[in-house]
C-alpha cells in the first residue's frame, strides 16, 4: 500500500511537472523565439508582442509556473500523506 | 558633499555592514560552514540566491549589451531566468531532501562511484573559476573608476573583504552578507532606472515606462511609443532595428537551451537550496529567488531602451567640443574613443565599428590632443561613418550621469557594483573550498579526518581559492570575456543531466553517467576551445556544426549525454538496490532531516 501510494505521488507529480513545463516551453522558446515574427505583427501597448515576451511577458510567467507548482505540490503531499511536520 | 567623498562614504558604509554580518554570524560547525545549519529561512535564501546569481556581468554589462543588441539580447534574460524554473521543479526539492553537503556528493553517492565523485568535482573547480576570475576584475573596475585607486588595489580591498567573510562565517557568513548585498545591488539599480523612466516616459514603472509614449523636451506627451521612435532612429542611423532579431532562430534556441540548463546546473546555485530547512521550503525558495532576479532583470530591459535613445539623442550629431562632461571623464577612462573621420568636429554615430577592438590611445589627453581636443586614437580606421565607440558596461555605470542624476545616485551605483561583484565571487569560492576539503579530502583521499581538521581544512581551501581568484583579478587571462560559454555550456552538458538523470530515471547507473558526463563534457569543451582558441577566424556561422555557436553548443552536449547515458545504462548491470531505494526515498518530501554528512 504504502508503495502504490508513492507510485501514485510521483505520477501525479510528474503530470504536474509535464503541464508546467509545456507552458515553460510555450512561453520562451514558443512565443519568444520560434513565433517572434508572428506575434510581432501584434502590437500590445507599445510593444510589439513577440518582443514583449522576449524580454518580460516570458519572466513573468516563469514566476508564475514555480509559485503554481509549489502550491499544488503542497496540496498534492498533503492528499497522499507524505508532507512534512 | 561631492561624489568622491559621497562614494567613499556609501562603499565603506556597505562594507562596514558585511563585516559586522560576518562577525555575528562565524560558523562553529562544518553544518555551518557547507550549508548555513540548514535553517535559512526561503526567503533569506531567495535574496541570497539572486545576489549570488547576479554578478556584476548582470549589473554592470547586462543594461548595456541590450541597449546594444535589442531583441537579440533577450535570450539573456530569458536564458538565465528561465533556468529557475528547472531548479524549481526538477533539481532543487530532491537534492534539498537528499541532504548532502555539495553537489559532487550527490553524483559520488548516487552513482556509487568516487571515479563520477572526482569527475564533478574537476567540473565545479573548473566551472567556478572560470567564473570568480571575472568578478575579481569586475570589483577592481569599480573601484578604480568611483574611488581613482588602481584597478589592482581594487582587487586587494576586494580579496580582503571576501577573505573575511568567505573564511570565517563559511556559507552561513556569505548566506546573510548576501541578503545585504541583494539589497545594496537592487536598490541601486532601481533607483537610476526609476529616475529614467520618469524623466523619458513620466511612468514611475520602467517596466511599464518601456512601453509607453516618451515625453517632449518640454514635459509633454509626444504620442510616439518609445520603441517605436528607437526602431525609426537607430534604422536612420542604419543599425537593425531594436525590436528584431539579426541571429538565426536555431542559433537563439540553442543558447537560450544551453543557459537555462547552465543555470540550474551550476553547483554555487544549486548548494543555495541546501540551506533551507524543509522540501517545500526548497521549491518556493527558487520563487523567491527568481521574484528578486526578475526585479532586476524585468528593469534592465527597459533602462536598455532609455539609454540607448537617451545616448543617441545627445551624443549623435553633437560638436565635440559641447558634448556633456561624462562624454570627456569616460572617454579618460578609455572606454570611449572617438575619430573625427569626416572632419565636421560633431561625432556621428553610425552602424559598424569605427575602428579595429578597443580604442587603444597615443597617450593622455594633454599629451596627444586631437583638432577638436579629444585623445587621439591610434587604431586602424575602418571605412564605414562610424565615428565612436561606446564600450557597453558604461551604460549603467554612466547612466545617473547621462541623466543628470543627483550624486548621491552615482554613489549608490557604486556601491551596487561592488555588491553584485562581491557576492558571487563570495558564493564561488565556497563551492570551490567545499569542493576541495569535503568531496575531496573527506570523501575520497582522506576518509578518517575530524569535523574540526575538515573545518580547517575547508578554511584553508578558501583562503587558497581567494589567493588564486586575486592572482587572476590583477593578471586577467586575455579570455576570461570568451569563456562565459564555457561555464554554462559545460554545467548544461555535465551536470544537469546527470543530476536530472540521476532523480528522474532510476535504472541509470554508473557506467551510464560517467560516460554520459564525460562525452558531454569533451564534446562541448572541444567545439568552444576550437571556436574560440584554435581557429577563432572560423568562428562564423556557415562553418558551425547545425549552424549552432559555441555559446549554445552546451545544449547539443547535453543532448548527447542523456543518449550515451541512457544507451550505455541500458547494457550494463542496473545499480544495486540501495541505490534505487535512495532514489525512490529523495522523491518524497517526508523524512527530510537537516543536511548531514551520515
Not at chain 2, 43 to 69: E, K, L, P, Q, R
Not at chain 2, 211 to 235: E, R
Request: glycine share 10%; hydrophobic share 50%; net charge negative.
Amino acid at each position: 500500500m504504502k508503495e502504490e501510494n508513492a507510485r501514485a505521488y510521483w505520477a501525479a507529480n510528474l503530470r504536474l511537472i509535464l503541464t508546467y513545463l509545456a507552458i515553460w516551453f510555450a512561453v520562451s522558446y514558443g512565443c519568444g523565439i520560434l513565433l517572434v515574427d508572428e506575434l510581432n505583427q501584434i502590437q500590445m501597448f507599445g510593444f510589439k508582442l513577440g518582443f514583449w515576451f522576449a524580454q518580460q511577458g516570458a519572466i513573468y510567467v516563469f514566476l508564475v509556473l514555480i509559485i503554481m507548482y509549489a502550491h499544488s505540490m503542497n496540496k498534492l503531499d498533503r492528499k497522499f500523506d507524505v508532507h512534512e511536520d | 558633499m561631492d561624489i568622491q567623498t559621497l562614494t567613499y562614504l556609501f562603499v565603506g558604509g556597505s562594507f562596514a555592514l558585511y563585516i559586522g554580518i560576518a562577525i555575528w554570524s562565524r560558523a562553529g560547525s562544518t553544518k555551518d560552514f557547507y550549508v548555513a545549519g540548514g535553517g535559512v529561512s526561503p526567503v533569506a535564501n531567495g535574496a541570497a540566491t539572486a545576489a549570488d546569481w547576479m554578478s556584476a556581468a548582470s549589473f554592470i554589462s547586462m543594461a548595456g549589451i541590450i541597449a546594444y543588441a535589442g531583441y537579440d539580447a533577450s535570450v539573456y534574460l530569458m536564458g538565465w531566468t528561465g533556468g529557475y524554473v528547472l531548479l524549481a521543479m526538477l533539481l532543487a526539492p530532491y537534492l534539498r531532501k537528499f541532504g548532502k553537503f555539495t553537489v559532487p556528493d550527490f553524483i559520488g553517492d548516487r552513482y556509487y562511484s568516487n571515479v563520477a565523485r572526482t569527475v564533478a568535482v574537476i567540473c565545479v573547480i573548473f566551472v567556478s573559476f572560470t567564473y570568480v576570475a571575472g568578478q575579481m576584475r569586475g570589483t577592481g573596475i569599480v573601484f578604480a573608476r568611483f574611488l581613482e585607486v588602481d584597478v589592482n588595489v581594487g582587487v586587494v580591498i576586494g580579496m580582503a573583504i571576501v577573505f573575511f567573510y568567505a573564511v570565517l562565517g563559511g556559507m552561513k557568513g556569505i548566506t546573510y552578507t548576501q541578503v545585504a548585498q541583494y539589497c545594496v545591488l537592487i536598490f541601486a539599480f532601481l533607483v537610476p532606472a526609476v529616475f529614467l523612466s520618469i524623466m523619458m516616459t513620466g511612468h514611475v514603472f520602467p517596466q511599464t515606462g518601456f512601453g509607453a509614449t516618451v515625453l517632449d523636451a518640454a514635459g509633454n506627451d509626444s504620442g510616439v511609443y518609445l520603441l517605436q521612435k528607437l526602431d525609426q532612429v537607430v534604422t536612420d542611423l542604419g543599425f537593425t532595428q531594436y525590436t528584431e532579431g539579426s541571429k538565426s532562430t536555431i542559433d537563439v534556441f540553442f543558447i537560450a537551451a544551453a543557459l537555462m540548463c547552465g543555470t540550474a546546473g551550476l553547483p554555487h546555485v544549486i548548494v543555495r537550496f541546501f540551506t533551507v530547512p524543509r522540501v517545500k521550503d526548497a521549491r518556493i525558495s527558487a520563487g523567491w529567488a527568481l521574484f528578486f532576479i526578475a526585479l532586476l532583470y524585468t528593469s534592465a530591459p527597459a533602462v536598455g531602451a532609455f539609454a540607448r535613445l537617451n545616448l543617441i539623442d545627445t551624443v549623435n550629431e553633437t560638436q565635440y567640443t559641447e558634448l556633456p562632461d561624462w562624454f570627456y571623464n569616460w572617454e579618460n577612462s578609455g572606454l570611449i574613443g572617438w575619430v573625427d573621420k569626416n572632419g565636421d568636429g560633431a561625432v556621428q554615430m553610425r552602424a559598424g565599428a569605427p575602428f579595429d577592438g578597443k580604442p587603444n590611445f597615443a597617450g593622455s589627453r594633454d599629451e596627444a590632443k586631437g583638432n577638436q581636443g579629444e585623445r587621439v586614437v591610434t587604431n586602424a580606421p575602418t571605412d564605414n561613418a562610424s565615428e565612436v565607440y561606446i564600450d557597453r558596461d558604461i551604460i549603467v555605470l554612466a547612466n545617473p550621469e547621462i541623466g543628470n542624476l543627483p550624486a548621491w545616485v552615482i554613489a549608490l551605483v557604486a556601491a551596487g557594483g561592488v555588491a553584485a561583484a562581491l557576492s558571487t565571487a563570495a558564493g564561488l569560492l565556497l563551492v570551490i573550498s567545499s569542493a576541495i576539503s569535503h568531496d575531496l579530502l573527506k570523501k575520497t583521499i582522506k576518509p578518517d579526518i575530524t569535523e574540526k581538521q575538515e573545518l580547517l581544512a575547508a578554511r584553508g581551501a578558501a583562503v587558497v581559492a581567494i589567493c588564486i581568484a586575486g592572482y587572476f583579478g590583477i593578471n586577467p587571462p586575455g579570455f576570461v570575456a570568451q569563456v562565459v560559454a564555457f561555464a554554462f555550456g559545460l554545467a548544461a552538458a555535465s551536470f544537469f543531466p546527470v543530476i536530472l538523470m540521476g532523480i528522474f530515471y532510476k535504472r541509470m547507473n554508473k557506467e551510464g553517467a560517467i560516460a554520459g558526463m564525460l562525452v558531454g563534457l569533451t564534446f562541448t569543451f572541444c567545439y568552444i576551445v576550437y571556436f574560440k582558441f584554435v581557429s577563432p577566424d572560423l568562428n562564423t556561422a556557415e562553418h558551425w556544426w547545425l549552424g549552432v555557436s559555441p555559446e549554445g553548443i552546451g545544449t547539443l552536449g547535453m543532448v548527447l549525454n542523456f543518449a550515451v547515458a541512457f544507451a550505455v545504462s541500458r547494457v550494463t548491470a542496473p545499480p544495486p538496490e540501495h541505490i534505487q531505494h535512495i532514489v525512490e526515498d529523495i522523491r518524497i518530501p517526508r523524512g527530510a532531516g537537516e543536511a548531514h554528512a551520515h
